[in-house]
């Protein structure tokens, strides 16, 4: 029963970096592809967190957000919980 818990546990932890990777790609592209920057400058804008930039794109209430000078279209997360 402990080993089936830690593979559990274990899978939890892969699976919750594996979202968050994929919402600092998100995040990533879309300031490459709506602000013109580089990538290496996208990179770099992607501060991780529960203040970072990454989050603040992801859980945004409105049509835009501005960060760092960049305002980027993102999808209204007002309109979309549980989905």
Known sequence: MRKLTLAVVAFAAVASTNVLAGAKEDFIDAVVKQCGKSQ????????????????KFKTCS??????????????????????
């Open 62 to 83: 409105s049509a835009t957000v501005d960060i760092d000078g960049c305002t980027l279209q993102c999808k209204d997360a007002s309109s979309s919980i549980g989905g």
């Open 40 to 55: 290496a400058d996208a990179e770099a804008m992607a501060t991780p967190g529960r203040s970072g930039n990454v989050i």
